[in-house]
């Protein structure tokens, strides 16, 4: 069974930091490109940022320079710093296996940035 388990939203000020963690099991991680996406209220889910396999990294124009993904392929971890947060960046994070025999996604993390 093939589990992602999102861990470290919450709270936090303009201007503040925060770092998501992405937990995979059940599927060969190193394998899988893992992206996160995120779901403001009312909008769509969009893209945020993306590594391969190969640790090739793209990141949605908006959050560039504000945002950096890695992997620990060792801990089958994906993590995504976030700074400089601002309100606009409110929303549910998605995390995202994505690979040639399947997607698969976590539950969702939210971070609210308000003072």
């Known amino acids: 069974q093939v589990q992602l388990v999102e861990s470290g939203g919450g709270l936090v000020q303009p201007g503040g930091s925060l770092r998501l963690s992405c937990a995979a099991s059940g599927i060969i991680f190193n394998v899988y490109a893992m992206n996160w996406f995120r779901q403001a209220p009312g909008k769509q889910r969009e893209l945020v940022a993306r590594?391969?396999?190969?640790?090739?990294?793209n990141y949605l124009d908006s959050v560039k320079g504000r945002i950096t993904i890695s992997r620990d392929n060792a801990k089958r971890t994906v993590y995504l710093q976030r700074n400089n947060l601002q309100p606009e960046d409110t929303a549910v994070y998605y995390c995202?296996?994505?690979?040639?025999?399947?997607?698969?996604w976590g539950q969702g993390s939210q971070v609210t940035v308000s003072s």
């Open positions: 995202n296996a994505s690979g040639t025999i399947g997607d698969f």
């Open positions: 590594i391969t396999s190969g640790d090739t990294t």
